[in-house]
């Protein structure tokens, strides 16, 4: 899939430069043209020779350095390239993409090239989750940019939390995979739902759950790079929107089942990933609920299911629904397939560690009528996504004139 490919590799200063290394080898090992630019900090922690042995070409630094003169470096270079990956990414670079400044070698091809785009950050656990970086990492989402989360671990400076750069095997799996020839679902249109819904209490106050979004947003991003038409609908969420995908906000349970049915004739699959609340309040107070007694009572009333109503209703549509259980999986998978007539449904317990809300991870259990199907081990949501609707697609045949 590599074979032939030209790859910009932008290496940025932090420690985790010695794994861009091995990822440069991967890459030429799989036939790619590697192409290396580092940041002038970056050759602080690993030499410029080890990426030009490993790759056999020039490593770029200095904007002006030109190597040949009958070409302009930057821009050859951002024409060439197929895709270009910035692994390490900091915090700075990506703050650079964000606002367009092209003050070094990378960030001027990078402002330069047309191809897609992705970042892999690594920082410090506090530069990852400050709000700077993280709008930076959304609004480079919007245009299109592709991120490969960093791991949670040991990091160089000390702390343990997320911000360590992405194992090498990780990136090189993510770009083979945007190679991946194979679309199988081209032509398809899928409509995937993420997140949590948010039931109104009042204005201030709200019932909700603790669904990150992860899981339903890395179905969409991979229905998309599969050739898929992608609607996803999402209530709350904190991961950043995929490229290339038609992204419908809303907020409460039924705002969310209103948003499906509007799209759901047109639909080739649905998958349910969203976090649903099962009720609302009975009535939503128009102002502030005073604090006044010692005690409140709040009466609840059940959502329409959301899942259960396009079962009923579907003609053609392939379903996959989520179950989020945190005991007798097997079971309740099983009955919410039959009962809600889904193809298949997805079940975790999200009291397992790497398998609950919020984490880039998931231990997943797909069951189809006649039971288990594929039980996955643990692995990043992505992946898990891949692996599922490799399953959806290969099953789309057997749906001809099915109910």
Request: include cysteine; aromatic fraction near 6%; charged fraction near 25%.
């Amino acid at each position: 899939m590599l074979q032939g490919k030209t790859v910009l590799l932008g290496v940025c200063g932090g420690i985790a430069a010695y794994k861009a290394a091995a990822l440069c080898s991967k890459l030429a090992q799989a036939g790619a043209q590697v192409r290396v630019i580092m940041t002038k900090s970056a050759t602080e922690f690993i030499a410029p020779l080890t990426f030009q042995t490993l790759s056999r070409h020039d490593v770029m630094i200095d904007t002006f350095d030109e190597k040949d003169a009958s070409v302009v470096s930057h821009i050859h270079l951002a024409d060439s390239a197929d895709v270009a990956v910035v692994a390490p990414a900091t915090a700075n670079m990506i703050g650079k993409m964000a606002l367009g400044l092209a003050d070094d070698m990378l960030s001027t091809t990078l402002l330069a090239t047309t191809a897609p785009v992705f970042v892999a950050p690594a920082m410090n656990v506090h530069m990852y989750a400050h709000p700077a970086v993280q709008q930076n990492m959304r609004t480079l989402a919007e245009r299109g940019v592709r991120f490969i989360e960093p791991g949670t671990g040991q990091l160089a400076c000390g702390y343990v939390g997320k911000g360590r750069l992405a194992e090498p095997e990780e990136i090189f799996a993510e770009i083979s995979r945007f190679f991946q020839q194979d679309k199988p679902l081209q032509g398809k249109k899928v409509i995937v739902t993420a997140g949590g819904t948010v039931e109104r209490i009042d204005p201030v106050r709200y019932l909700t759950n603790d669904s990150s979004g992860k899981m339903g947003f890395a179905i969409a991003e991979e229905a998309r790079r599969m050739g898929a038409e992608v609607v996803l609908v999402s209530g709350k969420a904190t991961a950043p929107v995929p490229a290339g995908v038609n992204y419908v906000g809303v907020e409460s349970a039924r705002d969310m089942l209103q948003a499906v049915l509007d799209r759901f004739e047109d639909a080739d699959i649905v998958i349910k990933a969203a976090a649903v609340a099962d009720y609302r309040p009975a009535e939503q107070a128009p102002q502030k609920i005073k604090k006044n007694e010692e005690t409140m009572t709040i009466t609840l009333v059940k959502n329409q299911d959301i899942l259960q109503t396009i079962g009923e209703r579907k003609t053609k549509q392939f379903i996959v629904g989520f179950a989020a259980e945190t005991e007798k999986i097997d079971e309740y998978a099983m009955a919410k397939l039959r009962k809600k007539r889904c193809d298949l449904v997805v079940a975790n317990d999200v009291s397992a560690e790497g398998a609950g809300f919020g984490v880039d991870t998931n231990v997943v259990r797909i069951y189809d009528k006649d039971g288990l199907v594929e039980a996955l081990p643990m692995m990043g949501k992505n992946e898990v996504a891949a692996r599922l609707l490799k399953l959806v697609a290969s099953r789309l045949p057997d749906r001809k004139g099915a109910d």
